[in-house]
């Protein structure tokens, strides 16, 4: 079965900003899908998403990640937000891309995210996987790309899609 992207909006950080929000978000597709390049941020600041402003400990995550010359792997299951990345970046001007698909939005089941990362660390090759859960059975009508400290960097941009099953 073949499926169509459709860009439902994009944004663009004009100045250091905590947080990118799209709202709104129609529940006409069966799949939504975010593209975020950024420039990373201060060591120990974590992207991620939160749904409908939900702040509470709904998210759990699982992650692998990959740098060239060391891997690891981490999970939790109380945080406040669905994390992206596995660990945390020094601050770089290479940019950085994260890719993440958010399955069955509108369902009445509880929602799962699947997040690739790679980067260019100065040098230094970076890459994630990261699946994520949001405890909620809501359709999701509103998503905040979010650093839990410190802020984007001017250029950052993000674009939602949705999925429509042909």
């Known amino acids: 079965m073949a499926s169509t992207y459709e860009p439902i909006a994009t944004t663009t950080v004009a100045i250091a900003a905590t947080s ?3 709202s709104s978000i129609p529940s006409t597709y069966t799949d939504l899908r975010l593209v975020i390049v950024f ?3 201060l060591a120990g600041s974590n992207p991620g998403y939160q749904f409908n402003s939900d702040t509470g400990s709904s998210y759990s995550y699982t992650a692998i990640n990959g740098s060239g010359t060391a891997a690891a792997s981490q999970s939790s299951n109380t945080n406040n937000q669905c994390y992206l990345i596995s660990n945390s970046t020094a601050s770089t001007a290479q940019s950085q891309i994260f890719t993440t698909d958010i399955f069955s939005y509108t369902g009445s089941n509880y929602k799962t995210l699947l997040t690739t990362f790679s980067g260019d660390l100065n040098g230094s090759g970076n890459v994630s996987g990261v699946v994520n859960l949001w405890r909620s059975t809501a359709a ?3 998503v905040k790309f979010l650093f839990d400290s410190g802020t984007m960097a001017i ?3 993000a674009t939602l899609y949705g999925i429509k099953a042909a």
Request: cysteine-free; proline content about 0%; aromatic content about 8%.
């Open 155 to 157: 250029g950052t941009s």
């Open 39 to 41: 420039k990373a941020v």
């Open 140 to 142: 999701i009508n509103s």
């Open 20 to 22: 990118i929000t799209f």
